[in-house]
């Protein structure tokens, strides 16, 4: 296979020109190398391609066949050649994103406008709360909440989030509002539970970990969203979370002045991909969401 292509092009340009000179001129060396070149390449079909005299130069019948088979090769290569060059300005094909259970809600909701815009593109949403292998496993973008190890991968910062407490108003009522971190005690709280298999502890300005027990503990963020919109207790999650339920006032912010920052949310690819411009389009449209 090593040698499929030795002499195709002298040969090529030759039975074009039917001239060795001009064949030579046109890719940059002597006319003595364009003749071997076509004689190794005709010692190795075991053909003559080109009929040769002092004065003129002609192609064959194996020559003429084999020059339109080396067009039709060429035609395609250059077709090729242009399809990855398209490629390249508009996003097209399959992207597959990997992002954690809790992105899950936002991304769907907007990722529709993203298709719409671009119609040649299929998207493939993997969706896991552990770090995917991106060359392992074909993943052209992962989205990752926390803190970043390092890594040669390229990152982009997405977005900071906010931890926020809520309840719904039913529950408030009923139940009362904690006024202090303290008060959580005597509340039911609606606690998560990591992929490591250990609750999580609340997060509060000035307060490292604060541990919380209650009756429901649920590996989905988005269900303890679900859960307390019922009136099932007051949880913790990201601001970007109940943001929709805040406004609509179905879910109340508690002791907000406690309130501190959480983990940032960065986009993550390999350094050879990210300038498809798939990839572009989604690192660029995904900020959106948290704006």
Known sequence: MSDLFDGVLPFVHTARALSFRQAADELGVSPTAISKAVKRLEERLGVQLLHRTTRRVALSDEG???LARCEDAIAHLRAGRESVAAAQKAPRGELRVAASFVLGTLLTRALPRFLIRYPELQLELRFSDRHSRLV????DVA??????ADSSLIARRLATTRWVTVASPE??????????????AHHRCLCFRSPRGKAHPWAFEG???FEVDGPLVLDQGELLVTAALGGAGVTQVFDFMAREHLASG??????EHEATDGPPIHALALPGRRRSAKVRAFLDFVPRLWS
Not at 143 to 148: D, K, P, S
């Open 207 to 209: 307060a490292a970990r």
């Open 136 to 139: 392992d496993e074909h993943i």
């Open 64 to 66: 003429t066949l084999f």
């Open 250 to 255: 179905r879910l109340v912010e508690v002791l």
């Open 143 to 148: 989205l990752r909440v926390g803190e970043l």
């Open 171 to 184: 529950y408030l009522a009923r139940e009362g509002t904690p006024g202090a971190l303290a008060d959580l």
